[in-house]
């Protein structure tokens, strides 16, 4: 076998490391969303003044975030599962903040994460009876209600993704 034949083998297998890597990487980000998505608490929103915010959920294509109640596990049950998420294309990084309670008063007391790095042309979009809308609530009859599909479509490494996630929540937060 010639020193040649060896190094090819070597790079082959380099490759073919990194993509997987990035392949796991990419596959835990989408893991994370989900979950978060599929655990989402429909309950009103509060801002960090403790005023209650128009919906249960915010998305905004224009600003690339989104903002809702989730249930996460805690490790003691004197703390509440329910905690808020807030994930936001900040540059070219898609982040995840999770908040320590559902209602904070703290804009910088949070745990942030790097989803997806060199990430491009994010678009957000959420479902309502059939009609995709670039902004959620997308009406005043929206607010008590979570998006029936919520999608993320974005560019890594000149490759196209689309994300579709069904929250399988179907009621209306009531008073």
Known sequence: MSL???????????T?????????????????????????INVPLRDFYGNQINGTFIGNNTDNIMTFNTKIKSISNDISPIKRVEYQLDGNKFFRKQFYSSNPYDVDENIKTVLIEDISDLDLRFMYQGTWYERWPSAPITERKIPTL???????????????IEPNIDYEFKN
Not at 16 to 40: G, P
């Open 16 to 40: 073919t490391i990194i993509v997987l890597l990035f392949a796991r990487k990419l596959n835990f980000s989408s893991i994370t969303l989900k979950r978060d998505i599929r655990q989402i």
């Open 150 to 164: 919520i999608k993320l479509e974005f560019t890594k490494n000149n490759k196209d993704y689309v994300w579709i």
């Open 4 to 14: 040649l034949h060896i190094f090819r083998l070597y790079k082959c297998f380099a």
